[in-house]
Structure formats: structure tokens, C-alpha cells
């Protein structure tokens, strides 16, 4: 089954029970699949056909939901971007995926304005935070300026949410075979501008089932309630944000944003059985001044993703809780979780579990390609059935990231582990220039590149600082033109604001007189990325 057609036999099983919370408003899947048939009439009368690129351009609501699974409705392809991205972003993206629609919020309505007033967008659907809520609640709301709002000037091609959802009429569903694309998800990685993976019907049904089958021995679907603590446009979100739509029929509940308050309240109040989140998440719980107000005692299982569980944090959540952190790992290129926490084994300290039961893994020499001994590090390899082969329009990226061995086509992952004898396995360290903060995959060279388009910077390198809080900090070295005097640390990071989403932005500047570079004139960020971890060791 293609995505669309798993979700409506999930709605069958599951009529009445809910299936997603959002700000106190409860909507059963009878009503999500209500919303998702108008929401495709209005799409289809806008002149969308199967293939067409749709991006999704708005924060966690019940509309990110009801569009994403519109666009499967239809045979189109989701693109979903961070609603964070600038005007920078949302054309580069729109350029490199062809798509001329976007959803986006009247937050970041002015962005997709920009774009479309230059010709680069045709249709711009515009979406509310509280659209879907109650008259009351958006009253309320508004009275007490709780809701973000920004202002939408209407003209031709800009739609509102509502305006597209107002009638239903018989749409077919889509009937593309499920190795069609159903989304282009798109990663920082290693180069300057991200890159598009496209994700098959198959490889989603596959990867999300197997994913969500892991935590079957502790709580029984349909009864699971997952608190979504991660962004929709990101995979790991999706495996535990969409995937009970297609796969259990569970209940979510979703946030528009980081609240720690309204995460703890509704756990309380919904009985959430299971808590999704990054590590800096659980930190910050951890640290709240107010969470022991609040009853956490319906969790069951607790997963980490997106990056590197410091062991503090999972020791401290089990000494305060009573209750496991399962870490796993996964990318955007193997649709999410090659290894996973195993629960009904005891987890040694520090694992992000073993081999996930859809994937092929190896561990791997990075400069012979051939197999390491077990307990020995080497870069991940992974491969799949219906693996992503290839990133979107980037021939030079697919050659240095896929490869192929023995006739199986693999991914290379960039990231150093080990396996001990028992399956398990560990991350060491990171071979590729991106930066870990706050859960997204940052590109150094996307940092450095921003940088020195500014008119005083010769040169520029971006590394990551281990921290606690929020796994790695971004800094970046400069130097200046010789004939540059006065340009301050403060003034390049706001350069980096008006040209970059906020997570990419570098927490420090540091100027030198030079860069290390190899004999061949490659900066080796490798190098800078020592010091700065010495440097951080010494000062622990």
C-alpha cells in the first residue's frame, strides 16, 4: 500500500478514537480524514497533479498533519522545510525541488510573498496557528496575544487554509505505486546547501512500522498516547508524529512550539504513555523549576533521537522518573532508525541499540572500505530494501555518499561506531563536517559560506563545541581582509541572522590571522575541531 491507502484503512479500524490533541482540542481520525478530503479537493482545484512539489512551510498544527497527508491523497510530493527558514532558504529549496506551492504560516507569510512576487512560487496556501480551533479558544487567543499572528495581503494565487477546506467533493485517491516518491526531506549534511532525499512510499511504510513496532512490548497500539516533542519536517518527528496515522491508529499530541510547561501539562493531562524529544529536551525538563508540579507518571517509554545522549541526562531521568531514556540512531537518508534501544533486554550504558530489522549494517575502514573487527570503530554503513539510492539533482553528493560493495548499494553514514560482541553498538565520533545543535544537522560549509559573503571576511570556519545543553555549539573562525579594521564578533553574527535560519547561526567569533589548510589548499576544519575539544577538556 502507498501511504494514503495505509492511513485510510487506519481510519476504518479507527473512526472514533482520537488521533491528534492539539492545544486541548481533540480530533478523532474521522475528523482528520474529513479535513484531508477537503484540504485535496482545494488542492486539486488549484491545478495540482500526481508528481507536482508541495512544500509544507508551517509549525507542528493539526494543518501540517491534514496537508501532508492531502498532498499523499492526491500523488503529489511533500517537500517539508523548517517554518524558521528565511527567504534565502525557501528559494533555494524551491528552486532545487521545482515546487511552485507552498503552505506556509502567516508568520513567514512575507517570505513566500517575496518568492512569489519575483515568479519563483505560483500558489501560496496560508495557514493560521488556531485556524482549526475553536471560535473561544482563538477569541481568547487573540485577547491575550497567545497566538503569533502575522498579516496576509491578499492578491491572485494566495489561498487561506480555511478557503481550501470550505467544500469536498469525490477526489480519487492516488494510485502511484509505493516506490514513488511521497516527500523530499532535505539535509544540512557535509556541503553548502541541503540536500533532497526522496523518500518512497515503501521505504516510509517499512522504516516507520519497524520503528514504532519497538516499544509493541510495553504498550499495546491502539491505546499508545505519543507526545511529539520533534518538528514534523524532520524524520524522527514523523516516525512518531505520522506514523501512527498510517501504522497503529495512536493518539498525538502536538505542540506548535518548545514549551516546557504546556509539555509537562500535557502529559498530566492527555496520560501521555510516550514522550519523544532531542537530548537538550530532556535536559530541559530535567532542569525546570517547576516540573516536580507536575504527575509524569503515566510515561512508559521515553525515546531519544537526533543526537548524542549525554550520560548525565539519561542518569539523572531514571533517578528522578524511574524511567529509561532508549536512544537511537538514524538519518535522513535511511528514513530515520537503523539502530534502536531494545526493551525487553537490559541496555548496557551509552548504546543506541542494535541493528534495526530493516536494515543491512556494516562497520567499515574509512579509507579501505573493508570490514573492521568487532569492538573496533569505523564509519556506519547502511543499506536497506528499498533504500534512498541517490539525493535529488546532486550527481557529485550521490558519488561521495552511496557507494557500492560486492553488488549491495550502501550509505555511507559519515559517523564513527563500534559493535561489541552482543549486537550493540556505540557512536565514537563524527567524520563529516556537519554540526549536532539542538537536534539539526548543521553544515559547516552552509555557516562558512554565509560568512564570507560578508564584504570584510577573506576566509571562515565553522565547528562544533561539545555541550551539554544542546549537544554541540556553533563557532566560527574568521579572518579579515587586510584592509579591514574595526568589524566586530557581534557584527558578523548578525550578518549571520539576516542570512541564515536561527539554529545555524554561530554562538561565537573568533578572529585569526590564518586557517589551517592541507597541502592541496583544503581548510582542515578537522584540525580546528581538535583544538576546540582540547581546549573544552582542559577546561573541564
Known amino acids: 500500500m502507498n501511504v494514503y491507502q495505509a492511513f485510510t484503512e487506519v481510519v476504518k479500524r479507527h473512526q472514533e478514537r482520537p488521533a491528534v490533541v492539539y492545544l486541548g482540542q481533540v480530533f478523532t481520525y474521522g475528523d ?3 479535513a484531508v478530503e477537503r484540504l485535496s479537493t482545494g488542492l486539486v482545484s488549484l491545478g495540482i497533479k500526481e508528481r507536482d512539489k508541495i512544500i509544507i512551510y508551517i509549525p507542528n498544527t493539526p494543518q501540517w498533519i491534514i496537508s501532508w497527508l492531502a498532498v499523499q ?9 523548517a517554518p524558521i527558514y528565511t527567504s534565502r532558504d525557501l528559494r533555494y529549496i524551491a528552486t532545487d525541488s521545482g ?3 507552498v ?17 519563483t512560487l505560483s500558489n501560496l496556501i496560508v495557514s493560521r496557528m488556531g485556524d482549526l480551533l475553536p471560535l473561544f479558544k482563538r477569541l481568547v487567543g487573540k485577547a491575550f496575544d497567545r497566538i503569533p499572528a502575522g498579516r496576509i495581503r491578499k492578491a491572485k ?17 492516488s494510485r502511484l505505486a509505493d516506490d514513488e516518491p511521497l516527500e523530499l526531506l532535505y539535509t544540512g549534511g557535509t556541503t553548502k546547501n ?3 532525499v526522496p523518500i518512497s512510499h515503501s521505504l516510509f511504510m517499512d522504516s516507520v512500522t519497524a520503528q514504532l513496532e519497538i516499544s509493541y512490548p510495553l504498550i499495546t497500539p491502539p491505546s499508545n498516547v505519543i507526545l511529539q516533542g520533534g518538528p514534523l519536517f524532520h524524520i524522527l518527528g514523523q516516525v512518531f508524529g505520522m506514523g501512527p496515522f498510517c501504522v497503529t491508529g495512536d493518539c498525538v499530541i502536538i505542540m506548535p512550539k518548545v514549551n516546557i510547561d504546556a509539555f509537562l501539562y500535557a502529559i498530566e493531562v492527555h496520560r501521555a504513555t510516550t514522550f519523544f524529544g532531542v537530548p537538550a529536551l530532556y535536559r530541559m525538563i530535567l532542569e525546570h523549576d517547576r516540573v516536580d508540579f507536575y504527575d509524569l507518571s503515566s510515561l512508559i517509554y521515553c525515546f531519544s533521537g537526533g543526537d548524542v545522549l549525554p550520560h548525565e ?29 531494545c526493551v525487553r533486554e537490559a541496555t548496557p550504558p551509552g548504546t543506541i541499540g542494535k541493528r534495526l530489522c530493516t536494515k543491512k549494517v556494516r562497520v567499515i575502514d574509512e579509507a579501505t572500505l573493508e570490514e573492521v573487527p568487532t569492538g573496533e570503530a569505523g564509519e556506519l554503513i547502511v543499506s536497506s530494501e528499498h533504500m534512498v539510492s541517490a539525493y535529488w539533482n546532486k550527481e557529485e553528493e550521490t558519488h561521495d555518499a552511496f557507494l557500492n560493495i560486492d553488488g549491495t548499494h550502501w550509505y555511507r553514514t559519515g559517523d564513527v561506531v563500534k559493535m561489541d560482541e552482543e549486537g550493540f553498538f556505540y557512536f565514537v565520533d563524527r567524520t563529516a563536517d556537519t554540526i549536532k545543535h539542538k537536534g539539526y544537522r548543521v553544515s559547516s560549509s552552509e555557516i562558512e559560506a554565509a560568512l564570507q559573503e560578508h564584504p570584510a571576511v577573506l576566509a571562515a570556519c565553522a565547528v562544533g563545541i561539545p555541550d551539554e545543553k544542546v549537544g554541540e555549539r556553533i563557532k566560527a573562525f574568521v579572518v579579515l581582509k587586510q584592509d579591514v579594521k574595526g568589524v566586530t564578533g557581534y557584527e558578523l553574527i548578525r550578518w549571520c541572522r539576516d542570512h541564515l535560519a536561527s ?30 575539544r582540547k581546549r573544552h577538556e582542559e577546561e573541564e
Open 99 to 101: 515546487a511552485r506551492t
Open 157 to 173: 494565487g494566495i489561498f487561506t487554509f480555511l478557503e481550501l477546506t470550505k467544500k469536498r467533493t469525490a477526489t480519487e485517491n
Open 194 to 196: 541541503p540536500k533532497g
Open 103 to 119: 503552505i506556509c504560516a502567516d508568520t513567514n507569510f512575507g517570505y513566500a510573498r517575496e518568492l512569489k512576487e519575483e515568479g
Open 313 to 341: 541526562t539519561a542518569r539523572r531521568w531514571k533517578e528522578k522518573f524511574g524511567k529509561n531514556i532508549y536512544e537511537g540512531y538514524g538519518a535522513t537518508e535511511t528514513c530515520g532508525g537503523v539502530t534502536m534501544p
Open 503 to 532: 539554529y545555524k547561526v554561530p554562538s561565537y567569533i573568533e578572529f585569526r590571522d590564518m586557517l589551517p589548510k592541507s597541502k592541496v589548499g583544503k581548510l582542515l576544519r578537522r584540525e580546528m575541531r581538535r583544538e576546540e
Open 73 to 81: 491523497k492526491i500523488g503529489a510530493v511533500a517537500v517539508p522545510i
Open 32 to 34: 482528520l480524514f474529513e
